[in-house]
Nanobody, 114 residues
């Protein structure tokens, strides 16, 4: 059983920055690639970013390339999402996920005001 807990969301003005964290319980963290997804009100959940097991490979949605950075610290069982130059359209609940699994966090709200 794995539990994922996101933190770091909040309210910022457009152009601001936030850093999200996702802490995982269990000893299996290091064998999974990790993902961030988001869901805006009234919209379907969408992929944001992914990182390989040891962090050597990353992938981003076109909408966040150049502004968001995903990273991980396997010693701390934590994956991060650094978000810069936030836009109002980035407003959503952000979720982390163990790739290819049923394990999702509960989400953290990010709001970028114009």
């Amino acid at each position: 059983q794995v539990q994922l807990v996101e933190s770091g969301g909040g309210l910022v003005q457009a152009g601001g920055s936030l850093r999200l964290s996702c802490a995982a319980s269990g000893r299996t963290f290091g064998i999974y690639a990790m993902e961030w997804h988001r869901q805006a009100a009234g919209k379907e959940r969408e992929f944001v970013a992914a990182i390989s097991r040891i962090g050597g490979s990353t992938r981003y949605a076109d909408s966040v390339k150049g502004r968001f950075t995903i990273s991980r610290d396997n010693a701390k069982n934590t994956v991060y999402l650094e978000m810069n130059n936030l836009k109002p359209e980035d407003t959503a609940i952000y979720y982390c996920r163990l790739s290819g699994s049923v394990y999702w966090g509960q989400g953290t709200q990010v709001t970028a005001s114009s």
